[in-house]
T-cell receptor, first 112, second 116 residues
Framework: DQQVKQNSPSLSVQEGRISILNCDYTNSMFDYFLWYKKYPAEGPTFLISISSIKDKNEDGRFTVFLNKSAKHLSLHIVPSQPGDSAVYFCAARSSGNTPLVFGKGTRLSVIA | GAVVSQHPSRVICKSGTSVKIECRSLDFQATTMFWYRQFPKQSLMLMATSNEGSKATYEQGVEKDKFLINHASLTLSTLTVTSAHPEDSSFYIC????????????FGQGTRLTVV
């Protein structure tokens, strides 16, 4: 049973436009959500996070939105750049020093 | 962000031999380290959680006698794949976290293990 779901395995966006990556979760105990970016044969790199007490967190071109009632979060990248092309993983955790639970990832391709 | 170093980045070994992978937190004390495994085009699957100075907690389906985890200090955890078989070939990634550095986990670079 997948607790964190990324239903779109891939997404293509033109350079300069907005990229929207979606993530759904089922475990209501999750209270912290993160997005990671991953290149092949490398470990994930932390991008941005949001705690369950907020509904939006912004960091430069990256904004994460959280809808707790819908158990849904999204990552917005604007404007998208070719260097953003990578696999993006949504992750969630519950309180304490608990392990992250990952979605399957969405491969973003930003086309120049 | 905090730095986690994983070594080696790539290893090829013969079937039946053992391989040790190291994970070090370079600029913070990692009270907890997590080991993940990633199959091609799949997500990162948690294998085990290790807390410094205590035995690792393994996820269901992960053989603790095959994947030996040691977390002897606050900066080092090791994963040893014993009696490796070709089906153990995968990408292994460690992550480290500490309550002192926030709630995000930091990842090593990963190790590509190929068993021939």
């Amino acid at each position: 049973d997948q607790q964190v779901k990324q239903n779109s395995p891939s997404l293509s966006v033109q350079e300069g436009r907005i990229s929207i990556l979606n993530c759904d979760y089922t475990n209501s105990m999750f209270d912290y959500f993160l997005w990671y970016k991953k290149y092949p044969a490398e470990g994930p790199t932390f991008l941005i996070s949001i705690s369950s007490i907020k509904d939006k967190n912004e960091d430069g071109r990256f904004t994460v939105f959280l809808n707790k009632s819908a158990k849904h979060l999204s990552l917005h990248i604007v404007p998208s750049q070719p260097g953003d092309s990578a696999v993006y993983f949504c992750a969630a955790r519950s309180s304490g020093n608990t392990p992250l639970v990952f979605g399957k990832g969405t491969r973003l391709s930003v086309i120049a | 962000g905090a730095v986690v170093s994983q070594h080696p980045s790539r290893v090829i070994c013969k079937s039946g031999t053992s391989v040790k992978i190291e994970c070090r937190s370079l600029d913070f004390q990692a009270t907890t380290m997590f080991w993940y495994r990633q199959f091609p085009k799949q997500s990162l699957m948690l294998m085990a959680t290790s807390n410094e100075g205590s035995k690792a907690t393994y996820e269901q389906g992960v053989e603790k006698d095959k994947f030996l985890i040691n977390h002897a200090s606050l900066t080092l955890s090791t994963l040893t794949v014993t009696s490796a078989h070709p089906e153990d070939s995968s990408f292994y990634i460690c992550s480290a976290s500490s309550l002192g550095v926030g709630t995000e986990a930091f990842f090593g670079q990963g190790t590509r293990l190929t068993v021939v």
